[in-house]
Nanobody, 121 residues
Framework: VQLQASGGGLVQAGGSLRLSCAAS????????MGWYRQAPGKQRELVAD???????TYADSVKGRFTISRDNAKNTVYLQMNSLKPEDTGVYYC????????????????WGQGTQVTVSS
């Protein structure tokens, strides 16, 4: 299973970006899908998460500005980021909990390669 993230870039404060992350490979279904970010010198933190049943979780710092969504048919998760701030700068990683048939139905966590988001003031 591979996760391919895209959509990062350089944007001015107040601007918008949309991240995408698509999973490919031997997949039965995908439970949780999420976005994390890591700023320079800081630990990786949860930005937003969406379960298979569309339960949403957001970091307090992005509530009202970011929207996570998913397309189960495409095994893809999106992150719409509006009203971006310089403190949103970092490498954004997608993570998925994938159900695979490996001698039985098993759950595995996979990470994407990361995409850089830079917000200038």
């Amino acid at each position: 299973v591979q996760l391919q993230a895209s959509g990062g870039g350089l944007v001015q404060a107040g601007g918008s970006l949309r991240l995408s992350c698509a999973a490919s490979g031997s997949i039965v279904s995908i439970d949780g899908m999420g976005w994390y970010r890591q700023a320079p010198g800081k630990q990786r933190e949860l930005v937003a998460d969406i379960t298979y049943g569309f339960t949403l979780t957001y970091a307090d710092s992005v509530k009202g500005r970011f929207t996570i969504s998913r397309d189960n048919a495409k095994n893809t998760v999106y992150l719409q980021m509006n009203s971006l701030k310089p403190e949103d700068t970092g490498v954004y990683y997608c993570k998925m909990t994938v159900l695979r048939w490996v001698g039985g139905l098993r759950s595995y966590d996979y990470w994407g390669q990361g995409t850089q988001v830079t917000v200038s003031s």
